[in-house]
Structures are given as structure tokens and as C-alpha cells.
């Protein structure tokens, strides 16, 4: 059997539109990861899906969805260097932008939390 997906449900004149919880949280994903500063995801702990080989693109993201819109949770890695406010500021913006663009949904928040700071190795001189 496959995994119970949640789905978000949109009726319109034509019909239904269900939009997998999944897909919010990759467009999630994207907008963070296209964040200047933003060095990856944090999610926690490995899951299984990992652990055998397959990577979880949206490990870090967290989506709750009721009647008045949606709450988004994700986990970011700061690159050094940067100020960690302006950055999850930066992150809380994209994200809400693209998701509510694609999606049509409210975005009721976003919580950035911080997962650890990167450092970029030294490029070797030629």
C-alpha cells in the first residue's frame, strides 16, 4: 500500500483541485533554497526514506493546512557571513510569495528556524 498523502481541496465552478501537502512543501523548499545566504535545509533527524538511499528534498519543512490557510515551518542552514535575521526574513518572504502564488492558499506564517551556520572552503589558487 502506498503512504496517506494530505491533500489541500479547492472547489471551483469546474470542479475540485486537491494539492498535495508535498507539493507546498517543495515550493517551499525552492523559495528557501534561492534565499542569498541560505546554505541548505535543517530538518533533525535522518527518516527512513533517507537512510535507504533516497534523498527527502523537503526533510526540513513542515506544512499545516486548516480552513484559514496555511502554516509553514522549515529549517535553514545560514551561510557565515551573513546576518541571520535579514536572511530568515529574506526566507519568511520567498516562501510566502511562492506558495501563495502557485497555490492560490494563505499563507498564515512562516517559521524560519535556524539549524546551524555553514563555512564555504577555501577555493585552492591556480
Same mark, same amino acid.
Given at each position: 500500500?502506498?503512504e496517506k498523502k494530505e491533500y489541500v481541496s479547492q472547489? &471551483?465552478?469546474? *470542479?475540485?483541485?486537491? !494539492?498535495?501537502?508535498?507539493? %507546498?512543501?517543495?515550493?517551499?523548499?525552492?523559495?528557501? %533554497?534561492?534565499? /542569498?545566504?541560505? $546554505?541548505?535545509?535543517? *530538518?533533525?533527524?535522518? &527518516?527512513?526514506?533517507?537512510? %535507504?538511499?533516497?534523498?527527502?528534498?523537503?526533510?526540513? @519543512?513542515?506544512?499545516?493546512?486548516?480552513? &484559514?490557510? @496555511?502554516?509553514? /515551518? %522549515?529549517?535553514?542552514?545560514?551561510?557565515?557571513?551573513?546576518? !541571520?535575521?535579514?536572511?530568515?526574513?529574506?526566507?519568511? &518572504?520567498?516562501?510566502?510569495?511562492?506558495?501563495? $502564488?502557485?497555490?492560490?492558499?494563505?499563507?498564515? $506564517?512562516?517559521?524560519?528556524? !535556524?539549524?546551524?551556520?555553514?563555512? /564555504?572552503?577555501?577555493?585552492?589558487?591556480?
Open positions: 500500500m502506498g472547489n &471551483d465552478e469546474l *470542479g475540485n483541485i486537491h !494539492i498535495a501537502e508535498d507539493v %507546498l512543501a517543495v515550493i517551499s523548499t525552492a523559495a528557501a %533554497l534561492e534565499v /542569498e545566504g541560505v $546554505s541548505g535545509l535543517h *530538518g533533525g533527524n535522518r &527518516d527512513i526514506v533517507e537512510l %535507504l538511499g533516497k534523498k527527502n528534498m523537503t526533510r526540513g @519543512v513542515n506544512i499545516e493546512v486548516d480552513e &484559514d490557510g @496555511v502554516q509553514i /515551518e %522549515l529549517g535553514i542552514m545560514i551561510k557565515y557571513g551573513y546576518t !541571520i535575521q535579514e536572511v530568515a526574513r529574506a526566507v519568511q &518572504d520567498a516562501v510566502a510569495t511562492n506558495v501563495e $502564488s502557485m497555490s492560490s492558499l494563505t499563507v498564515k $506564517s512562516v517559521n524560519v528556524n !535556524i539549524g546551524g551556520i555553514t563555512f /564555504e572552503k577555501a577555493k585552492k589558487a591556480e
